[in-house]
């Protein structure tokens, strides 16, 4: 196997936790998973964010009432609350989502991006934080490790009692070739 297709199979190993362990993340381990987020690329390199570290457990807990799929924030042993300067910066904030991310699972450390919406849950998450009026933020990245084996091989986020289908299209069904629609 090639180095290439060994990161290509790491790449498409990356799943969605939500069910996660009581072991605290090392602040080494989790140093390392910043450092990775800090050298994120971004639009212009104009590295329009920052980040609020979330690990107290009543705040985990606050921050996991306000979005509408975001309960397993509670039982996270760290949330990462993703600081835009303003909305326009919503895609370079997608790219740091899933830097940050895939530098946990490295680590064997699962996550999953959390939405605070509506936009009163939002300002209510920059009350609780602190962030600045004129800051935009939306999401937020919930990291443990996994609760057990089936949390990294079956998709469900507590209280919701719903199974998220697994796996992807067929390249076939998800490449278009030259226009759209267009099939090899």
């Not at 990161?7 to 989790?30: H, K, N, Q, W, Y």
């Not at 509506?118 to 609780?128: Q, S, T």
């Not at 962030?131 to 990245?141: A, C, E, F, K, L």
């Not at 990291?143 to 084996?149: C, I, L, V």
Request: aromatic residues 8%; charged residues 25%; glycine residues 10%.
């Amino acid at each position: 196997m090639t180095p290439s297709n060994q990161t290509t199979r790491f790449l498409g190993s990356l799943r969605a936790v939500r069910r996660f362990s009581d072991r605290a993340i090392a602040d080494p381990v989790l140093r390392d998973i910043l450092e990775a987020g800090r050298r994120t690329g971004s639009s212009k390199n104009t590295q329009p964010w920052q980040i609020v570290v979330v690990r107290d457990r009543e705040m985990l807990k606050r921050l996991s009432e306000l979005g509408g799929f975001a309960g397993y924030i509670a039982a996270a042993q760290v949330d990462i609350v993703l600081v835009m300067d303003s909305a326009n910066n919503a895609f370079d904030c997608g790219r740091l989502a899933e830097r940050l991310m895939l530098a946990a699972w490295t680590h064997g450390i699962g996550s999953n991006i959390a939405s605070l919406f509506p936009d009163e849950n939002a300002r209510k998450a920059k009350e609780l934080l602190g962030i600045p009026d004129g800051r935009w933020v939306r999401q937020t990245v919930a990291f443990g490790y996994p609760a057990d084996e089936k949390a990294t091989r079956v998709s469900s986020t507590p209280g919701m009692g719903a199974l998220m289908p697994l796996g992807r299209k067929p390249l076939g069904e998800f490449v278009s070739w030259e226009h759209y629609g267009k099939r090899a």
